[in-house]
């Protein structure tokens, strides 16, 4: 059996704030979607990503809880040059994303930064040093 990812599913609380921080990525969601319950974007590859409202995802499973701690998923958005890591990472934080660490140069040879989406979730920003 073979299995291949198709979709990577967030659960939002506020729909308009979170389209709007994955906009700043370049992704042309349209503004009519801020009212939706459920969103679906396709990506150049053919990746979908899904937002639901926690009201979504409460109406098929009751026992559904926000989760509390640390982020449980990330996203990692590969950048053209460490300059665009930089200021990608500078657009995201003066645009009200939360500020998690700061751009630097890892030993594993990337420029990367980290930022919180509105729900809490990490995005990170990379490229090959």
Not at 97 to 109: L, Q, S, T
Request: aromatic share 10%.
């Amino acid at each position: 059996m073979s299995a291949t990812l198709n979709v990577v599913g967030l659960v939002v609380a506020d729909m308009p704030a979170s389209l709007a921080f994955y906009r700043r990525f370049g992704w042309d969601i349209p503004a009519a979607a801020d009212t939706e319950q459920h969103v679906e974007f396709t990506l150049p590859s053919g990746l979908r990503i899904a937002w639901d409202t926690e009201t979504v995802v409460n109406s098929f499973d009751a026992g559904w809880k926000r989760p509390v701690g640390g982020p449980r998923m990330s996203l990692a958005f590969e950048c053209d040059s460490p300059a665009a890591v930089d200021a990608l990472y500078t657009e995201l934080v003066a645009g009200g994303a939360h500020a998690h660490k700061e751009p630097w140069n890892a030993v594993w040879r990337q420029r990367y930064s980290i930022v919180h989406d509105p729900d809490g979730n990490s995005v990170d920003m990379f490229c090959e040093l």
